[in-house]
């Protein structure tokens, strides 16, 4: 369904005011949207693998995602890089899965606002990919929060080792 410039502005105007920085408008309704309900906690008993994130240094979504990830049990190591091509084409990212931040994990990439339950599961099943990826920055993924509880309908997407894409999981679930 083609979109009206008007809702094309209006969520463009959503997206650059959440990656505008820590300060945004965004951030602080962030605090008061409850926890992703697609993320799952890893077991006290179970240490989760460091979690590199590469983002650009003013991005303040990804910063939010990043948090996500912590509360979730990730130890994270954040790298701000000012150019993220080099940094996705080495990770095997497709060009057209793209999204603001890569992270590595285990030897998996999780590209954009993957949910830490995904990243959980993906790293309990184990399979022949290279990663996850959700392209773009859907409202309400983790990191993207709207502050009324909104949340458009999103694919994450296995991305095997040949590059094909295969679906690892649809949000909000049924």
Known sequence: M??????????????????????????????????????????????????TVHKHPSCGCCGVWIEHMRQAGFPVEEKNTEDMEPVKAAAGVPYAMGSCHTAQVAGYFVEGHVPAGDVIRLLRERPQAKGLALPGMPVGSPGMEHPDGFVQPYTVSLVLADGSLREFSRHPRD
């Open 2 to 51: 083609p979109r009206t410039p008007l809702a094309a502005i209006a969520t463009l105007s959503l997206l650059l005011s959440a990656c505008a920085g820590a300060e945004s408008p965004h951030e602080a309704a962030v605090s008061a949207v409850p926890a992703h309900p697609a993320t799952t906690t890893a077991d006290a008993t179970t240490a989760l693998p460091l979690l």
